[in-house]
Protein backbone atom coordinates (compact mmCIF):
# COMPACT_ATOMS: atom_id res chain seq x y z
CA UNK A 1 0.00 0.00 0.00
CA UNK A 2 1.50 3.65 -1.03
CA UNK A 3 0.44 7.01 0.24
CA UNK A 4 -1.75 8.84 -1.95
CA UNK A 5 -1.00 12.34 -0.27
CA UNK A 6 2.26 13.56 -0.90
CA UNK A 7 5.19 11.39 1.00
CA UNK A 8 6.22 12.69 4.59
CA UNK A 9 9.97 14.00 4.58
CA UNK A 10 11.70 12.27 6.93
CA UNK A 11 15.19 12.82 9.28
CA UNK A 12 16.33 10.52 11.21
CA UNK A 13 18.31 11.59 14.18
CA UNK A 14 20.85 8.82 14.86
CA UNK A 15 21.86 4.95 13.27
CA UNK A 16 19.70 3.06 16.13
CA UNK A 17 18.98 -0.84 15.02
CA UNK A 18 15.24 -0.36 15.87
CA UNK A 19 14.66 2.39 13.62
CA UNK A 20 14.49 -0.86 10.73
CA UNK A 21 11.58 -1.76 12.34
CA UNK A 22 10.16 0.95 14.03
CA UNK A 23 10.12 3.68 11.02
CA UNK A 24 12.08 2.35 8.06
CA UNK A 25 10.37 -0.57 6.91
CA UNK A 26 7.18 1.11 7.06
CA UNK A 27 8.20 3.71 5.42
CA UNK A 28 9.56 1.97 2.23
CA UNK A 29 6.05 -0.04 2.33
CA UNK A 30 3.51 3.29 2.80
CA UNK A 31 5.98 5.29 0.39
CA UNK A 32 7.27 7.73 2.53
CA UNK A 33 10.50 9.70 2.01
CA UNK A 34 13.75 9.20 3.96
CA UNK A 35 15.49 12.29 2.95
CA UNK A 36 17.98 12.18 5.87
CA UNK A 37 20.04 10.79 8.58
CA UNK A 38 22.72 12.14 11.24
CA UNK A 39 24.58 10.23 13.55
CA UNK A 40 27.51 10.90 16.02
CA UNK A 41 29.82 8.84 13.59
CA UNK A 42 29.53 10.16 10.13
CA UNK A 43 31.03 7.21 8.38
CA UNK A 44 28.33 4.88 10.40
CA UNK A 45 25.58 7.64 9.42
CA UNK A 46 26.84 6.85 5.83
CA UNK A 47 26.61 2.81 5.98
CA UNK A 48 23.20 3.25 7.46
CA UNK A 49 21.61 5.36 5.13
CA UNK A 50 23.33 3.28 1.69
CA UNK A 51 21.99 -0.25 3.47
CA UNK A 52 18.69 1.42 4.35
CA UNK A 53 17.90 3.89 1.31
CA UNK A 54 17.90 7.34 3.15
CA UNK A 55 18.26 9.79 0.56
CA UNK A 56 21.33 11.63 2.21
CA UNK A 57 23.57 12.47 5.60
CA UNK A 58 23.56 15.07 7.45
CA UNK A 59 26.78 16.53 9.75
CA UNK A 60 25.01 16.67 13.06
CA UNK A 61 22.00 16.31 14.98
CA UNK A 62 21.44 19.72 14.70
CA UNK A 63 21.76 20.38 11.24
CA UNK A 64 19.18 17.49 10.52
CA UNK A 65 16.74 19.11 12.93
CA UNK A 66 16.98 22.18 10.87
CA UNK A 67 17.29 20.78 7.91
CA UNK A 68 14.62 22.99 5.49
CA UNK A 69 14.08 19.61 3.59
CA UNK A 70 13.17 17.63 6.66
CA UNK A 71 9.76 18.14 7.40
CA UNK A 72 9.25 14.93 10.20
CA UNK A 73 11.74 14.17 12.56
CA UNK A 74 12.05 10.75 14.18
CA UNK A 75 13.75 10.65 17.42
CA UNK A 76 14.84 7.34 18.29
CA UNK A 77 17.79 8.05 20.54
CA UNK A 78 18.68 6.83 23.94
CA UNK A 79 15.62 7.83 26.44
CA UNK A 80 17.64 10.65 28.18
CA UNK A 81 17.98 12.02 24.57
CA UNK A 82 14.45 12.06 23.54
CA UNK A 83 13.68 15.00 25.22
CA UNK A 84 16.24 17.75 24.76
CA UNK A 85 16.13 16.87 20.88
CA UNK A 86 12.58 16.81 20.98
CA UNK A 87 12.32 20.52 21.84
CA UNK A 88 15.03 21.38 19.88
CA UNK A 89 12.80 19.65 16.52
CA UNK A 90 9.71 21.22 17.80
CA UNK A 91 11.63 25.06 18.11
CA UNK A 92 12.88 23.99 14.73
CA UNK A 93 9.29 24.36 13.40
CA UNK A 94 9.28 20.58 12.72
CA UNK A 95 6.73 17.63 13.12
CA UNK A 96 7.94 14.85 15.68
CA UNK A 97 7.37 11.34 15.92
CA UNK A 98 9.69 9.94 19.06
CA UNK A 99 10.61 6.91 20.91
CA UNK A 100 9.33 6.19 23.86
CA UNK A 101 9.24 8.00 26.28
CA UNK A 102 9.20 11.86 25.43
CA UNK A 103 11.47 12.94 28.11
CA UNK A 104 13.34 11.69 31.27
CA UNK A 105 10.93 12.65 33.60
CA UNK A 106 7.88 15.30 34.08
CA UNK A 107 9.27 18.23 34.62
CA UNK A 108 11.13 17.97 30.93
CA UNK A 109 8.00 15.96 29.62
CA UNK A 110 5.99 19.63 30.66
CA UNK A 111 9.04 21.02 28.40
CA UNK A 112 8.15 19.24 25.57
CA UNK A 113 4.59 19.79 25.81
CA UNK A 114 4.76 23.81 25.86
CA UNK A 115 7.38 23.40 23.10
CA UNK A 116 5.05 21.32 20.59
CA UNK A 117 1.95 23.88 21.64
CA UNK A 118 4.41 27.12 20.21
CA UNK A 119 5.45 25.33 17.10
CA UNK A 120 1.77 24.34 16.37
CA UNK A 121 3.37 20.99 14.48
CA UNK A 122 2.37 17.28 15.19
CA UNK A 123 4.01 15.53 18.25
CA UNK A 124 3.54 11.80 18.87
CA UNK A 125 4.85 9.60 20.80
CA UNK A 126 5.68 6.03 19.44
CA UNK A 127 3.00 3.90 21.42
CA UNK A 128 2.61 1.79 17.96
CA UNK A 129 0.96 -1.11 19.29
CA UNK A 130 -2.12 1.34 20.25
CA UNK A 131 -2.82 1.55 16.63
CA UNK A 132 -2.93 -2.34 16.06
CA UNK A 133 -6.14 -4.66 15.55
CA UNK A 134 -5.07 -6.58 18.70
CA UNK A 135 -5.19 -3.74 20.63
CA UNK A 136 -8.00 -2.44 19.30
CA UNK A 137 -10.32 -5.43 19.54
CA UNK A 138 -9.29 -5.47 23.42
CA UNK A 139 -10.91 -2.33 23.33
CA UNK A 140 -14.04 -3.23 21.39
CA UNK A 141 -14.22 -6.37 23.92
CA UNK A 142 -15.01 -3.74 26.07
CA UNK A 143 -17.06 -1.66 24.27
CA UNK A 144 -19.07 -3.61 23.05
CA UNK A 145 -20.27 -5.41 27.17
CA UNK A 146 -19.24 -8.96 26.17
CA UNK A 147 -16.73 -8.84 28.45
CA UNK A 148 -18.95 -6.91 31.13
CA UNK A 149 -17.75 -4.01 33.46
CA UNK A 150 -13.72 -4.00 34.08
CA UNK A 151 -12.45 -5.38 37.00
CA UNK A 152 -9.37 -5.94 36.28
CA UNK A 153 -5.77 -5.84 33.83
CA UNK A 154 -2.44 -6.91 33.83
CA UNK A 155 0.00 -5.76 31.75
CA UNK A 156 3.42 -7.49 31.98
CA UNK A 157 6.26 -6.80 29.38
CA UNK A 158 9.35 -8.94 29.88
CA UNK A 159 12.43 -9.43 27.79
CA UNK A 160 16.50 -10.99 28.37
CA UNK A 161 18.59 -8.67 29.33
CA UNK A 162 20.51 -6.45 27.37
CA UNK A 163 24.09 -6.29 27.41
CA UNK A 164 25.59 -4.64 29.83
CA UNK A 165 27.04 -1.88 27.77
CA UNK A 166 23.43 -1.26 26.34
CA UNK A 167 22.33 2.33 27.13
CA UNK A 168 19.49 1.01 28.59
CA UNK A 169 21.35 0.22 31.71
CA UNK A 170 22.33 3.93 32.04
CA UNK A 171 20.68 6.04 35.05
CA UNK A 172 22.77 9.10 33.12
CA UNK A 173 20.87 7.99 29.84
CA UNK A 174 17.52 7.84 31.90
CA UNK A 175 17.16 3.82 31.60
CA UNK A 176 15.49 1.31 33.95
CA UNK A 177 13.24 -1.65 33.01
CA UNK A 178 10.27 1.34 33.32
CA UNK A 179 11.04 3.33 31.36
CA UNK A 180 12.23 0.51 28.42
CA UNK A 181 9.54 -1.71 28.84
CA UNK A 182 7.32 -0.84 31.85
CA UNK A 183 6.34 2.27 30.23
CA UNK A 184 3.77 0.26 27.30
CA UNK A 185 2.44 -1.65 30.60
CA UNK A 186 1.65 1.86 32.14
CA UNK A 187 0.34 3.23 29.43
CA UNK A 188 -1.65 0.35 28.21
CA UNK A 189 -3.38 0.44 31.60
CA UNK A 190 -3.95 4.16 31.07
CA UNK A 191 -6.00 3.90 28.00
CA UNK A 192 -8.74 1.95 29.51
CA UNK A 193 -9.66 4.99 31.22
CA UNK A 194 -13.14 5.77 29.09
CA UNK A 195 -13.93 1.84 30.32
CA UNK A 196 -12.89 2.23 34.06
CA UNK A 197 -14.46 5.73 35.60
CA UNK A 198 -10.93 7.75 34.50
CA UNK A 199 -7.29 7.59 34.53
CA UNK A 200 -5.46 4.87 37.46
CA UNK A 201 -3.36 6.44 40.06
CA UNK A 202 -0.83 4.68 41.78
CA UNK A 203 -1.39 2.35 45.06
CA UNK A 204 2.02 0.82 45.46
CA UNK A 205 5.18 -0.22 43.58
CA UNK A 206 8.23 -2.20 44.48
CA UNK A 207 11.14 -2.81 42.36
CA UNK A 208 14.73 -3.80 42.05
CA UNK A 209 18.07 -2.40 41.15
CA UNK A 210 20.51 -4.08 38.32
CA UNK A 211 23.54 -5.11 40.40
CA UNK A 212 26.93 -2.67 39.88
CA UNK A 213 23.91 0.04 39.02
CA UNK A 214 21.34 0.24 41.72
CA UNK A 215 19.42 2.94 41.14
CA UNK A 216 18.54 1.98 37.36
CA UNK A 217 15.43 -1.14 37.70
CA UNK A 218 16.10 -4.33 36.43
CA UNK A 219 12.00 -4.66 37.43
CA UNK A 220 9.47 -3.04 38.82
CA UNK A 221 5.76 -3.71 39.55
CA UNK A 222 3.26 -1.41 39.99
CA UNK A 223 -0.37 -2.31 41.68
CA UNK A 224 -3.01 0.41 40.03
CA UNK A 225 -6.30 1.40 40.78
CA UNK A 226 -8.93 3.37 38.77
CA UNK A 227 -11.80 5.56 39.54
CA UNK A 228 -14.48 3.35 38.61
CA UNK A 229 -13.07 0.48 41.53
CA UNK A 230 -11.18 -1.80 38.64
CA UNK A 231 -7.68 -2.72 39.75
CA UNK A 232 -4.33 -3.24 37.15
CA UNK A 233 -1.22 -4.44 37.37
CA UNK A 234 1.66 -2.94 34.98
CA UNK A 235 5.03 -5.10 35.67
CA UNK A 236 8.36 -5.28 33.79
CA UNK A 237 11.41 -6.74 34.05
CA UNK A 238 14.85 -6.03 31.56
CA UNK A 239 16.15 -9.43 33.02
CA UNK A 240 13.50 -12.53 32.31
CA UNK A 241 14.31 -15.80 31.03
CA UNK A 242 12.30 -15.10 27.73
CA UNK A 243 10.23 -12.55 25.92
CA UNK A 244 6.83 -11.94 27.12
CA UNK A 245 4.40 -9.03 26.24
CA UNK A 246 1.15 -9.76 27.82
CA UNK A 247 -2.36 -8.17 28.29
CA UNK A 248 -5.29 -9.66 30.13
CA UNK A 249 -8.22 -8.12 30.81
CA UNK A 250 -10.89 -9.39 32.84
CA UNK A 251 -14.97 -8.38 33.39
CA UNK A 252 -17.56 -9.14 34.98
CA UNK A 253 -18.81 -11.16 32.24
CA UNK A 254 -15.27 -12.76 30.63
CA UNK A 255 -11.85 -11.81 29.56
CA UNK A 256 -9.90 -11.83 27.19
CA UNK A 257 -5.81 -12.15 26.65
CA UNK A 258 -3.85 -10.58 24.33
CA UNK A 259 -0.74 -12.96 23.65
CA UNK A 260 1.70 -10.00 22.53
CA UNK A 261 0.30 -6.68 22.51
CA UNK A 262 3.44 -4.74 22.33
CA UNK A 263 4.63 -6.91 18.68
CA UNK A 264 1.46 -8.27 17.88
CA UNK A 265 3.39 -8.68 14.23
CA UNK A 266 5.50 -11.80 16.47
CA UNK A 267 1.64 -13.14 17.97
CA UNK A 268 -1.49 -11.72 16.77
CA UNK A 269 -3.63 -13.87 18.78
CA UNK A 270 -6.42 -12.76 21.26
CA UNK A 271 -7.98 -15.63 23.75
CA UNK A 272 -11.88 -14.75 25.16
CA UNK A 273 -12.98 -16.80 27.43
CA UNK A 274 -17.07 -16.19 28.71
CA UNK A 275 -19.67 -18.59 29.42
CA UNK A 276 -20.06 -18.90 26.16
CA UNK A 277 -16.60 -20.81 25.45
CA UNK A 278 -13.38 -19.83 24.66
CA UNK A 279 -11.82 -18.78 21.71
CA UNK A 280 -8.90 -17.55 19.74
CA UNK A 281 -8.69 -14.38 17.42
CA UNK A 282 -5.89 -13.58 15.20
CA UNK A 283 -5.86 -10.14 14.37
CA UNK A 284 -2.96 -10.24 11.09
CA UNK A 285 0.61 -9.69 11.49
CA UNK A 286 0.33 -6.69 9.85
CA UNK A 287 3.51 -4.38 11.81
CA UNK A 288 2.24 -2.09 14.23
CA UNK A 289 4.42 0.55 13.34
CA UNK A 290 3.57 0.26 9.75
CA UNK A 291 -0.19 1.18 11.07
CA UNK A 292 1.29 4.07 13.47
CA UNK A 293 2.92 5.77 10.50
CA UNK A 294 -0.12 5.72 8.49
CA UNK A 295 -2.02 7.16 11.38
CA UNK A 296 0.43 9.95 12.17
CA UNK A 297 0.54 10.59 7.96
CA UNK A 298 -3.50 11.12 8.02
CA UNK A 299 -2.79 13.40 10.65
CA UNK A 300 -0.04 15.62 8.98
CA UNK A 301 -1.34 15.49 6.11
CA UNK A 302 -5.19 15.52 6.41
CA UNK A 303 -5.50 16.76 9.94
CA UNK A 304 -7.13 13.00 11.09
CA UNK A 305 -7.46 12.63 14.61
CA UNK A 306 -4.96 10.94 16.96
CA UNK A 307 -5.23 9.53 20.17
CA UNK A 308 -1.95 10.22 21.17
CA UNK A 309 -0.21 13.87 21.60
CA UNK A 310 1.92 15.60 23.92
CA UNK A 311 -0.55 16.19 26.96
CA UNK A 312 -0.89 11.99 26.93
CA UNK A 313 2.80 12.13 27.01
CA UNK A 314 2.75 14.13 29.99
CA UNK A 315 0.52 12.17 32.10
CA UNK A 316 2.31 9.13 30.61
CA UNK A 317 5.60 10.65 31.92
CA UNK A 318 3.75 11.63 35.48
CA UNK A 319 2.50 7.86 36.51
CA UNK A 320 6.19 6.82 35.56
CA UNK A 321 7.89 8.74 37.82
CA UNK A 322 5.29 8.23 40.55
CA UNK A 323 5.96 4.39 39.83
CA UNK A 324 9.29 5.34 40.70
CA UNK A 325 9.13 6.92 43.67
CA UNK A 326 6.65 4.32 44.91
CA UNK A 327 9.22 1.73 44.42
CA UNK A 328 12.27 3.35 46.18
CA UNK A 329 13.77 5.27 43.16
CA UNK A 330 14.23 8.96 41.72
CA UNK A 331 12.72 10.02 38.12
CA UNK A 332 15.21 10.24 36.00
CA UNK A 333 17.50 12.76 35.74
CA UNK A 334 17.46 15.03 32.56
CA UNK A 335 20.42 15.42 29.56
CA UNK A 336 21.53 19.05 29.29
CA UNK A 337 22.73 19.18 25.72
CA UNK A 338 25.58 21.36 24.81
CA UNK A 339 24.35 25.24 23.38
CA UNK A 340 23.53 24.30 19.88
Request: hydrophobic share 40%.
Amino acid sequence: MTTEAEPLRIGLLGAARISDRSLIGPAHATGHRLVAVAARDRSRAESFAAEHGIERVVDSYADLVTDPEVEVVYNPLANGLHGPWNIAALAAGKHVLTEKPSASNTAEAVEVRDAAAKAGTAFMEGFHYLFHPVTRRLHELLDSGELGELRHVEALVAVPAPPATDPRWSLPLAGGALMDLGCYSVHALRMLAPWAGGPPTLVTARGGGREGAPEVDEWLDADLAFPGGATGSARCHMDYSELRMTCRIVGSRGEATALNFVLPQRDDRVVVRTAAGERTEELGKRSSYTYQLEAFAAHVRDGAALPLDADDAVATMRLIDDCYRGAGFRPRPRTTLPRL
